[in-house]
């Protein structure tokens, strides 16, 4: 006997996870991939072979009851090393000593969540499934494989289909369905810095690599087999911007005068920038997250964001964590789930999409402003003097999963009024390891958030 079936529509990370979360439910699941088995091809060439999991993702992991294997092939970023125009290295921490972010294999994870997804005996996989069509009354899908056509039926339905959604697309002719979605005005393309003759990183291992040039910058990540995801982050149109990079020697000139230390390692950046074409950024928020408690939305399906903040497979985690947890508090009644789910995580959705968007500027713009650099050292220093009255923005967002998104929001804007009145005070830059900026900071602190110690 199973309480009800489901059909998942999406194969990836997300999907593959609450598949996990509702066959440990009693459910039979149904999990329908458009693409071919990654298991059994490449399906992720060309796209980011790494993803940044943090310790929200790591901690709805481990509540949903999925063992931490994937840590073993991650690599821990504890720091953002930064690459001056003129070759000079600063860094900054992400958190405490031990406080990482983790640069996971994307195919790596979304492969191990399949494995243990087909180790549930209710859960069925089919690949190059792809959805046609969704009926919201009944949650019934219609898929095509190869010239055949497909009708499942199942008691309900979750849309886990990433970003460009086909069953949200469906939902558009549904009443008073909310959507938008906006483009950032920057675009990407993705390089790489191959490993070392011998398989070592030519980087430092352990650090996301940031070359911040204001308006656009390039990062790196690390990858196991010494090789780093570069991508490159610049305006659509503009100057600089690809659309008006066209020319070789103009290519040439840009990344020679703005990624010298770059240029070293990074393989044939010029004639791959000439030959890809620059992929869009950009936000979808949508609400309703469900329809007539029989379809729903999850993932990037339901709130899709830029990559800033490095929170996008984190928050798609969260979702199934949450519904892990709403599913046992009201007994598997889905007219109560559904509402309680897009309650609780609309919210959130939106605050990490304004978070993420924020960080652009402060990835490409203030990580390599000395006074920004001095803000984040004066609040770590307040922060361990009294690590219950301040908790930075970052660390609330990355490091903190109890905090939720929208809480770090709040918090954060209110942290930034005070840390603007303290960057005031008179010659902050040689005075801000004194006692008397501490005790400032403490003053206003306590004021606004109320002294908790």
Not at 24 to 35: P, S
Not at 279 to 284: C, D, G, M
Request: proline share 5%; hydrophobic share 40%; charged share 25%.
């Amino acid at each position: 006997m199973t309480r009800g079936t489901f059909t998942i529509a999406g194969g990836g990370p997300v999907g593959s996870l609450l598949a996990i979360v509702l066959a440990r439910h009693g459910y039979r699941v149904g999990l329908y991939e458009g693409r071919p088995d990654s298991r059994m091809t490449n399906i992720y060439q060309g796209r980011s072979i790494n993803i940044a999991l943090s310790d929200r993702g790591w901690h709805s992991l481990q509540q949903i009851g999925v063992g931490p294997d994937a840590k073993d092939q991650a690599i821990p970023m504890y720091r953002r090393a930064i690459h001056d125009v003129d070759g000079a290295l600063s860094e900054i921490p992400y958190g405490k000593e031990d406080q990482a972010i983790w640069s996971v294999s994307r195919g790596g994870i979304n492969q191990q969540l399949l494995d243990i997804a087909e180790d549930e005996p209710d859960v069925e996989t089919f690949f190059e499934h792809r959805l046609v069509d969704v009926d919201f009354e009944t949650a019934a899908a219609l898929f095509r494989l190869g010239d055949t056509e497909v009708t499942v039926e199942a008691d309900y339905l979750f849309g886990a289909d990433g970003a460009s959604s086909k069953v949200r697309r469906l939902a558009h002719d549904l009443p008073r369905f909310s959507y938008s979605q906006n483009y950032m005005p920057q675009s990407y393309i993705e390089l790489n810095i191959p490993a070392n003759a011998d398989g070592s990183h030519r980087l430092e291992k352990n650090a996301l690599h940031i070359w911040p040039r204001k308006d656009f910058m390039l990062i790196a990540l690390p990858n196991p087999d010494g090789t780093f995801t570069c991508t490159l982050f610049m305006n659509h149109s503009g100057d600089p911007s690809f659309e008006s990079l066209r020319e070789r020697d103009a290519v040439e000139r840009f990344f020679g005068d703005n990624f010298g230390d770059a240029m070293d390692h990074l393989e044939d950046p010029v004639d791959t920038f000439m030959a890809k074409t620059a992929s869009p950024l950009f936000l979808v928020q949508v609400f309703p997250w469900s329809f007539n408690n029989k379809v729903g939305l999850i993932g990037d399906a339901a709130h899709a964001i830029v990559p800033f903040y490095g929170q996008g497979m984190n928050c798609g985690f969260e979702d199934c964590a949450e519904l892990n947890r709403l599913i046992a508090q009201h007994d598997h009644d889905w007219t109560k789930i559904f509402p309680a789910y897009e309650n609780a995580r609309k919210p959130n959705g939106d605050a990490i999409a304004e978070l993420s968007k924020r960080n652009f500027v402060e990835m490409s713009d203030l990580s390599g402003d000395k006074r920004f650099q001095l803000q984040k050292k004066i609040e770590a220093k307040f922060h361990d003097a009294h690590p219950e009255l301040w908790t930075p923005l970052y660390s609330m967002v990355t490091f903190s999963p109890e905090v939720p998104y929208a809480e770090a929001l709040r918090v954060g804007d209110e942290q930034k009024a005070v840390m603007d009145r303290i960057m005031q005070l008179p010659d902050i830059e040689n005075t801000w390891n004194e006692q008397h900026v501490m005790d400032r900071l403490h003053e206003l602190a306590a004021a606004r958030f109320g002294d908790r110690q």
